[in-house]
């Protein structure tokens, strides 16, 4: 249940919100003051403190180990006796969550999308009010059947050793050959591909490997140093079927000049890409993957709830959803969990689930100590709360599949990745598993890009303004009344077929912000 505006609230900006009607604490919209009254569509409460932007106030007098209640659930209890009109913290919040929890499927009727624990608009707020909405982009058709947003050469590196002729060889031909066809030559070093035993070296090969086949690559040149763990030679075991014409390889030991030798299969390469037209494709065809970084308080009350409705109208279109950070689904999961397609979704939800918890225990690591500083500053107390944000971005849709690290999605609807909640790790899978495109949530600003172009929609106002150079959509326009959830989805949407159909760039293209991060668990040699 989404916040609905008072009608004193649409001729002034609003203090703060009141997420769900069972909540017993407000969100910050606004830094307040001491001794400020408050009443907005709850009884007039008066602020003990200053209280910073995002963060909580309490509706309500509390007892020690009374559970604090936001977006319908528990995110913690008191430490201390809570006062109407208190900000709620780090102070007098912790956790409630334990070790080990029981899981039961208990599925929601998928079409009748249960609401609970989800930030849902008033009805009739996610219809558009003048034109429909665009229903098709102009990509890339592949011959496997995908679909790219862009039609690019990417030089894949199977070693850190060879980080830098991959990208001397990149530089040189986005020269030479990015034009007519080609939307640009690219390479992503990483430290990975030797020294690197059992599933370290798979990880790293399945996300070379899952990077080769992606549909915005229109050619690749798999570039190898020859003594490596990873080495050509093994490699190619991972990749699977692929067509000569669209990848090559180049062991830099087998040659006088590496770069030299790169560029003219380059050149090959771009004349096998250059045979590609953008035609248009529909909605089905997006593989979109839903990341957030940098929260604040304001992540699930905005931004995350906006990716949450292009989820939905995605997986309605026949599209492919993508959430990862598996640590950011603690203290949520069993919502999830309730939305699997079957009792095999929700089974491989439990394993996944399960297998990070004992990954933090084998590390000797709390499970249940997610948020971080930065989290924090911004307003976000708990792993329950931060979780039950962080979800929003995965909307009402079905659970249709779940993925392992590395793994490439198969099934159209909500998919769930296993990753942490890293944004370069976790954004890095999501391209990984075939996302054409990503859309990343931040209240704090980050300029993080991964090969697929990334999107970022803030969470309010300020930010996009102080970060224009970062910021693609601003979505803190919901809290100030100006537009509705979904007049933001309909523009939301419009602006992400724009940029699948090549007509605009996101901000981390334009400044060419382009990483892949590869998750490491085990030893290095």
């Not at 403190?49 to 209640?69: F, M, N, T, V, Y």
């Not at 999308?113 to 665009?134: I, K």
């Not at 990503?438 to 303004?465: C, D, M, Q, Y």
């Amino acid at each position: 249940m989404m916040w609905q505006p008072t009608p004193a609230s649409k001729n002034q900006m609003r203090q703060t919100i009141k997420i769900h009607e069972s909540d017993n604490v407000a969100v910050a919209v606004t830094p307040l003051s001491a001794d400020a009254r408050i009443a907005d569509g709850f009884p007039e409460v008066v602020t003990a403190s200053e209280i910073p932007r995002g963060h909580k106030i309490a509706l309500a007098d509390l007892e020690i180990g009374q559970p604090i209640i936001k977006y319908g659930f528990t995110i913690g209890r008191a430490t201390q006796k809570i006062r109407s009109g208190d900000w709620i913290h780090t102070h007098n919040l912790e956790t409630m969550l334990g070790q080990n929890v029981e899981y039961h499927y208990c599925p929601s009727n998928a079409n009748s999308r249960p609401r609970s624990g989800v930030v849902t608009p008033p009805a009739g707020d996610l219809r558009r009010e003048d034109a429909p909405t665009r229903k098709e982009f102009n990509g890339y058709r592949r011959a496997n059947g995908k679909t790219g947003t862009r039609n690019e050469i990417w030089i894949i590196n199977t070693v850190a050793c060879v980080n830098n002729a991959a990208e001397r060889i990149a530089r040189a031909a986005h020269e030479q050959f990015a034009a007519g066809n080609i939307d640009g030559i690219y390479a992503f070093p990483h430290p990975y591909g030797c020294s690197q035993l059992g599933d370290d070296l798979k990880a790293t090969q399945k996300v070379l490997a899952g990077l080769l086949n992606h549909p915005n690559a229109g050619g690749v040149l798999v570039l190898g140093l020859g003594c490596e763990n990873n080495a050509i030679k093994y490699f190619v075991d991972e990749i699977g079927g692929f067509n000569p014409a669209r990848v090559k390889f180049l062991n830099a030991q087998d040659v006088e000049d590496e770069v030299e030798e790169g560029l003219k299969l380059v050149a090959e390469l771009a004349k096998h890409a250059d045979t590609f037209q953008r035609e248009p494709r529909p909605l089905a065809d997006l593989v979109i993957g839903m990341k957030c970084g940098g929260s604040d308080g304001l992540s699930g009350v905005t931004a995350n709830p906006l990716v949450g409705c292009i989820s939905d109208r995605l997986s309605d279109g026949g599209g492919t959803a993508i959430i990862s950070e598996v640590p950011e689904m603690f203290g949520a999961e069993q919502i999830l969990m309730n939305r699997a397609r079957d009792e095999e979704v929700f089974r491989s939800i439990v394993e996944v689930i399960n297998g990070f918890k004992d990954y933090y225990r084998r590390h000797g690591q709390p499970i249940f100590e997610n948020p971080s500083p930065g989290n924090k500053e911004g307003g976000i107390t708990t792993l329950e709360e931060k979780s039950l944000g962080a979800i929003q971005k995965g909307g009402r849709a079905t659970v249709t599949q779940v993925l392992r690290y590395g793994e490439r999605a198969t099934e159209p609807g909500l998919v769930l990745l296993e990753s942490p909640g890293n944004d370069g790790v976790s954004a890095t899978a999501e391209a990984v598993a075939g996302a054409n495109l990503i859309l990343f949530t931040t209240g704090r600003g980050t300029p993080l890009g991964v090969p697929a172009p990334t999107i970022k929609i803030s969470t309010n106002t300020e930010l996009a303004l102080k970060k224009p150079k970062w910021i693609d959509f601003d979505a803190g326009v919901i809290l100030s009344g100006a537009k509705t959830l979904g007049q933001s989805a309909d523009e939301l949407l419009d602006f992400i077929l724009r940029v699948a159909s090549g007509e605009v760039r996101a901000k981390n293209e334009l400044n060419g912000f382009r990483e892949i991060t590869i998750f490491k668990t085990g030893v290095t040699l």
